[in-house]
């Protein structure tokens, strides 16, 4: 949670969406710093958490097989063993 205290009379937000399905909610401007606090346990913690399990059940079920160790392609061509000169 982050939080920031300004003397300022007007607000304005520019929000950048990078990745596909960013959401932005719960957007409170207060100048009572302990009721934001409140606010912000009561209304970001509970989302964060449940996005927090949705991601790594996601991330569980996606996550990429482990049949070949890396480093090793089967597409590679096989090199030849180096000869000596003599």
Do not use: C
Not at 13 to 25: A, H, K, P, Q, R
Not at 60 to 84: I, L, Q, S, W
Request: hydrophobic share 30%; aromatic share 8%.
């Amino acid at each position: 949670m982050q939080l920031a205290a300004y003397d300022s009379t007007h607000v304005g937000f520019e929000l950048w969406v990078v990745n596909n399905g960013t959401i932005f909610d719960n957007i409170l401007i207060t100048d009572d710093i302990e009721y934001a606090k409140a606010q912000g346990e009561k209304l970001w913690r509970p989302t964060a958490d449940g996005e927090k399990e949705k991601k790594e059940a996601w991330d569980k079920e996606n996550k990429p097989a482990e049949d070949e160790p890396a480093g090793e392609d089967e597409d590679a061509e096989e090199e030849e063993p180096e000869k000596d000169e003599l």
